[in-house]
Structures are given as C-alpha cells and as structure tokens.
C-alpha cells in the first residue's frame, strides 16, 4: 500500500490521534518545522486590566506571571491557547468566535472599557496588524510585550519532492516555502485566512485552506480532498 505524504511545517508536534486518522485515510506524516521558538527574558507592564496572548507558545512563556494575574482578564486566540492556559489553572476570560487576531480585536472591543490597560504578549514574528487595529479602536492604553522569538528553519528539496500535501500553519511556513515552490508538485494546505493570503500573494498553488483554523481543521481538509 502507496500513502500520500504530508509534510507539516509547525512547531508542535502531531498528536497520536491525529496521525492515526490520516494514516487511516493513506497519508503519511513528516514532520519537519519551519520555526524554532526562543525564549526571551520579558517584563509584563504593573496593573493590567485585560492580557492578550495569541498562542500556546506565549502562555507558555507567561507560567510565571500567573500568580500576579489573578486582577487581569487573560483573551486567547484559539482552543488550542485556551487548553495550554487551562492546563496551567487558569480559565480564559474571553476566547473569540474565529482564531484569528483580527477577528479577537473586533469582538473584545465591547468590552474594553475607557481608560483601561490592556497587552498584547506575543512572538517577535506575530502580525502587527491587531495591535494597531485596537490601539485605534479603543480609548485605552495597548501595549505590547515580546516574550519569544521566532527562527526559520528551511527545509530540503528532496522532502518537498516526496509531499503530496504540505501544510501551511503559519505565514513563517510561507515566508521559508516561497522560494522553494518550483520544487514541489505537493498541494499546499493553508490552516487559516492570514496564511492563505500569505500564500496567494507569495504563489503558493494549488492551494487548498482549512474551513477550522487548527490542525484538525488541516487535517479534515486533507481527507476530504482525497475522497473527493
């Protein structure tokens, strides 16, 4: 029996579920990140009325802090965020309906009061577009505070010569991808909107996107596509 092979670009690891559901459906994974996350030494501003970390990776990095942010409402982008943040004890205040940093600054501005202080906590490679959105759409203090970096890894021609599927899970993925295109015959699968558009204008083709901006969501894409 042949299997596809479908090479993630993440930083986390697949779960053993996952894998099992794309080997049920003849897809192999290789696992070969395109982004490295490093820690950095940080300090989170005194007297926060909302803290915005938009991915496992920075709540990760905010462990330590939790304990004098007992006052602070905590928003996360995505389940994924959110479960990390359990895991640490503690409940996300506000969780927005798509996982995605445009669509956290449209539905937490209602409940941003005048006044308040609010941070963004976030990897040096993090879109700027949300802070600068809430920044103008709010009458409140927004900050931001660095708390990992992010480095780029590429990956080999002969890894993209074997892919049937390479999946996309971050505009970093596309920014290292970009200029291996014509190396590949592989579909790219792109795990949400920002990534997408990242793709479209850097080229990437064919091209298809996850209707749930997780993994799963890939995941599911994938599977339907090799029904279909």
């Known amino acids: 029996m042949t299997f596809k092979k479908l090479v993630l670009t993440g930083s986390r690891r697949p779960t053993s579920a996952q894998l099992n559901r794309l080997r049920t459906g003849q897809v192999e994974v290789m696992y070969h990140p395109v982004i490295e996350t490093v820690p950095v030494a940080f300090e989170l501003p005194e007297a926060l009325d909302w803290l915005i970390v938009t991915s ?32 640490l004890g503690r409940t996300p205040d506000f969780i927005p309906s798509a996982f995605t940093g445009d669509a956290l600054v449209d539905e937490l501005q209602p ?66 991808l970009a200029s291996s295109r014509h190396q590949t015959r592989g579909t790219y699968v792109a795990i949400g909107p920002i990534t997408e558009q990242a793709a479209r204008t850097s080229g990437l083709t064919p091209l298809l996107v996850a209707k749930t901006f997780t993994l799963d969501g890939l995941i599911d894409c994938i599977l339907e596509e090799e029904l279909s």
């Open 111 to 176: 409940f941003i009061e005048p006044g308040q202080r609010i941070c963004f906590a976030r990897g040096n490679r993090s879109r700027q577009e949300p802070l600068e959105r809430l920044r103008h759409a709010v009458a409140a203090e927004v900050v931001e505070v660095v708390t990992y970096e992010t480095n780029l890894r590429t990956i080999s021609s002969d890894v993209l010569q074997h892919a049937s599927y390479i999946g996309l899970q971050s505009p970093s993925a596309v920014e290292v």
């Open 56 to 87: 496992p990776t920075g709540v990760t990095q905010l462990k330590s802090q939790l304990d004098r942010l007992q006052q602070t409402k905590i928003a996360v982008v995505g389940t994924k965020t959110a479960a990390v943040l359990e895991k």
